[in-house]
């Protein structure tokens, strides 16, 4: 008898593993839902949610989060067509990112997006010149702004040190003169972004506390209208042994303590918490299928068809320490016997390694595991094309029916955009 937990909404796993191969990623639309809405009703009615694509820019999932109601922040051409084609209002997107061209900028006008995110100076100069390319019109633009202060609680902390994003408090602070001679571009807001993986709402809180601070004391000293504030987000998902999840009430209610406030005094201005890892981690589930199992100097190995060439953040998410993501055996009986197995892939490197001796009950070749909690930075975040595996299937699970939401790569999909030189 098979564990119950091998199917989603009721459709088994080993049948949709049967239908569109393995490897492959399952998102699980009611848990795309019930973490979308949760999190919704908790946050305060003024805070907007957008879904950041760079976690997962699969087309059906933007487009799935963009009917509950959540906007899309986007970093790349292909980053922006994917959220208008999935829907998403461009009044409802905003472009950022550190090394937009000149074409990308171009494609925000045409769009008519909410905002371009401005990163630097230089860059309010060349939209400002593109616009005026364009014929003119007016184009808004918010300031990515490097904190003075540092945070904490966070996996990848991006305030109060150099970085290559935004443009440091102190240099905005004294920009007045450059966006006062702008012609075309109306600067309307500050975005900051902290960092990520917060499993503490009180960091989240401090945070959005500082940005909201500090975007109307610069917007007070450039003499800018305070339209819309971007304070990030940064929600964590607990991967690990002895982590957490987010108590969800207690975020509410922070944030409604910093937000209501500055509401008050800002009521014209939209606030925006921007959000990847959080909407989709959890709905998200990589399926291999066990190719060997194997012992090497008394470790049990399972070497599956899929590895870190599709899921690479489950190498330990920056850390130095390899900490395992929730991995399940999906077709074990009732009862089985456990033991401890590295999970491996394909790959011909030993860091190929997606687990490290995890408890599972007795793997056999031809079995199927997953690893749980994979719906962000799966396949956009991994080296899908080393040995040349190509990228997996995607599959979206929805009132019960399993469809392909991406193809996978074939030899001739890897080998089509090659050209073979005549050396002779």
Not at 81 to 101: E, H, N, Q, S
Not at 279 to 297: F, N, P, Q
Not at 331 to 342: C, E, I, V
Request: net charge negative; charged share 25%.
């Amino acid at each position: 008898m098979s564990t119950p937990e091998s199917s989603i909404q009721g459709a088994a796993l080993s049948d949709i593993a049967e239908e569109f191969g393995t490897p492959l990623f399952v998102y699980d639309t009611e848990v795309l839902q019930r973490t979308y809405r949760d999190l919704r009703d908790r946050l305060p009615k003024q805070v907007d949610v957008f879904f950041s694509l760079k976690a997962n820019p699969n087309i059906s999932v933007c487009a799935f989060l963009g009917r509950l109601g959540a906007g899309a922040e986007v970093s790349s051409h292909a980053e922006l067509v994917t959220a208008l084609r999935a829907g998403v209002d461009p009044a409802d997107v905003i472009f950022l990112g550190p090394g937009k061209k000149d074409h990308e900028l171009r494609a925000c006008l045409d769009a008519g997006v909410h905002a371009v995110v401005c990163e630097s100076l230089e860059e309010l100069t060349r939209l400002d010149r593109i616009t005026a390319a364009r014929g003119g019109g007016e184009c808004i633009a918010v300031l990515r702004v490097n904190p003075s202060f540092g945070t904490k609680g966070s996996g990848l902390a991006m305030g109060g040190k150099p970085r290559q994003f935004g443009i440091d408090e102190d240099v905005i602070a004294e920009a007045k003169s450059h966006i006062v001679a702008l012609a075309h571009v109306r600067v309307a807001g500050v975005h900051a972004y902290m960092g990520t993986r917060f499993l503490d709402q009180a960091d989240v809180v401090h945070n959005t506390g500082q940005i909201l601070s500090t975007a109307e004391a610069l917007a007070g000293r450039l003499g800018v209208p305070l339209e819309t504030v971007d304070f990030g987000g940064g929600l964590g998902v607990a991967y690990f042994d002895n982590e957490r999840d987010l108590d969800l009430d207690a975020l509410g209610a922070g944030m409604r303590e910093v937000v209501e406030p500055f509401a008050r005094r800002n009521p014209r201005c939209r606030l925006i918490m921007e959000l990847g890892r959080y909407l989709t981690a959890m709905a998200g589930t990589y399926v291999v299928r066990a190719e060997y199992v194997k012992e090497s100097m008394g470790e049990q190995f399972v070497v599956a068809d899929g590895g870190t060439n599709h899921h690479m953040a489950a190498v330990g998410i920056g850390s130095f320490v390899k900490r395992n993501f929730p991995v399940r055996h999906l077709g074990a009986p009732a009862g089985a016997p456990h033991r401890r197995y590295s999970l491996t892939g394909p790959l011909c490197t030993p860091n190929d390694v997606v687990a490290k001796k995890v408890e599972l009950p007795e793997v056999r070749p031809g079995d199927l595991l997953g690893v749980e909690r994979s719906g962000a930075y799966g396949p956009t975040a991994s080296p899908g094309l080393f040995l040349s595996h190509g990228y997996p299937a995607e599959v979206v699970v929805h009132r019960g029916r399993a469809r392909l939401v991406r193809e996978r790569d074939t030899t001739e999909d890897l080998l089509a955009k090659q050209r073979l030189v005549d050396f002779s």
